[in-house]
């Protein structure tokens, strides 16, 4: 839903086409302004319901893979959405920063890049 860029800055998922509630999203992005944060709004399709009782991660391009400069954009067999994706983050990281990984497969199972990326320590 969020990430931050810099200490200042956030990328946001953009939700004008979605059905999301429209009260939750200015309540969101008028948090995020009021706590001093510049907002980039980054494309966002979500799929709909839920498959086998998982709801897929589907069209959530946040949910990339930082490996220092490097952003691994998770992308989701939707061209035009796709290339818009590539396009806001190569803006903002820099065009030779910016990996298009094929996720669609992956996000069905209910994570994309960051969430299969997390490390886990023993307690």
Same mark, same amino acid.
């Given at each position: 839903m969020v990430r931050f860029v810099n200490k200042n800055t956030v #990328?946001?998922? $953009?939700?004008?086409? +979605? $059905? +999301?509630?429209k009260r939750f999203v200015i309540k969101l992005y008028r948090t995020l302004k009021e706590s001093g944060l510049s907002i980039i709004k980054v494309p966002y399709k979500p799929v709909e319901g839920r498959i086998n009782r998982i709801q @897929? &991660? +589907?069209g959530i391009y946040v949910n990339f893979l930082q490996v220092g400069e490097k952003i691994f954009l998770p +992308?989701?067999? $939707? @061209? @035009?959405?796709d290339t818009r994706s590539i396009s806001v983050f190569k803006e903002i990281f820099g065009a030779d920063n910016v990996i298009p990984v @094929? &996720?669609?497969? #992956?996000s069905l199972l209910g994570g994309v890049l960051n969430c299969i990326s997390?490390?886990?320590k023993d307690l």
């Open positions: #990328l946001v998922n $953009d939700y004008s086409s +979605t $059905d +999301t509630d @897929p &991660s +589907t +992308t989701f067999n $939707d @061209p @035009p959405t @094929p &996720s669609f497969e #992956l997390w490390e886990m």
